[in-house]
């Protein structure tokens, strides 16, 4: 069976103007997502996560576009996809839940008419059904009085609040996939961990998949099945979580993982040395080579590809055939 989602070598390169520069934001970036399955894509700023999912539901700025690879969801081509064709597909099958929920939101439209909307346009609802609809979704989003907040305006509700909404307003056309671009950010812990559990909740009553976009690695290990690291527009190692969490094979993973505090450790956090590059000056072989701590010359030279470590894991370095031959620890030594 195939999977809902299958995005295969998918580049998508920003333009200057006149098109003298090119800057290789999402360059070759593989990953398949099933029905109800959640995947993290982890990473620093500027790796190219953000523009991996826009590339999904098409919404690149003018600056941006798809120039290869691959975009399957449902059995469907989303790259030979018109932009009338896009936006039958967005909020009807695909919906995307970004970090300010200001920016979703309209302050001149009441909470009601803004989840509203994508039940009326896809799916036809009309009169007490939709008022019924509105009503379901603020209450699935644990927004409690749901049949007062409907008549109030994103300025009267709490950040916390207007995040849950703009989840219910994702909801509304019964999508099969919800992107969620780091919707935690600007959450304080408490209001983090209740909006997570209100999502866990959609997704079990719903079977929706989520692609979740975070830098927080806590989240990843609480939500999703699976997660892809990307790193200079490429996804340095994939694989489920369990094992990326236990036994990571990328120097790259390794270091976000020792980045994190653990309770009731008192070794230091590991710093990861230097800057992500420019994406429009990539050093030569590896991109994270001129940071990593087991560089070898070869790094420098030759850019790996995917090696694989188990059936659905793989991570791209040099250093994984090295492990393969029991020769890691003097590589690194």
Known sequence: MAPLLRVSDLQTHYFSFGGTRVVKA????????????????????????TTTCLSVVGLLPPAARVVGGSIEFAGEELTTKRPREMRRIRGRQIAMILQDPMASLNPLFSIYWQVAEPAYHHQGMRGRSLLKRVRDLLRAVRIASPEVRMREYPHQMSGGMRQRVVGAIAMAGGPKLIIADEPTTNLDVTIQAQ?????????????????????????????????????????????????????????????LLG?????????????????????????????????????????????????????NWTAKCWLVDQQAKGQYASATA
């Open 26 to 49: 999402v360059d070759g970036v593989s990953f398949t997502l099933e029905e109800g399955e959640t995947i993290g894509l982890v990473g620093e700023s500027g790796c190219g996560k």
């Open 195 to 255: 909006y997570l559990e209100v999502l866990k909740d959609i997704q079990q009553q719903s079977g929706v998949a989520l692609i979740f976009v975070t830098h927080n690695l806590g989240i990843v290990a609480k939500m999703c099945d699976k997660m892809a690291v990307m790193y200079a527009g490429k996804i340095v190692e994939h694989g489920a979580v369990r094992d990326l969490f236990r036994d990571p094979k990328h120097p790259y993973t390794q270091a």
């Open 259 to 311: 980045s994190m505090p653990k309770l009731g450790s008192k070794e230091p956090l590991f710093a990861i040395p230097g800057q992500p590059p420019n994406l429009a000056q990539l050093p030569s072989g590896c991109a994270f080579q001129p940071r990593c701590v087991h560089a070898m010359p070869r790094c420098a030279m030759q850019e790996p590809d995917d090696r694989r470590i188990g059936p």
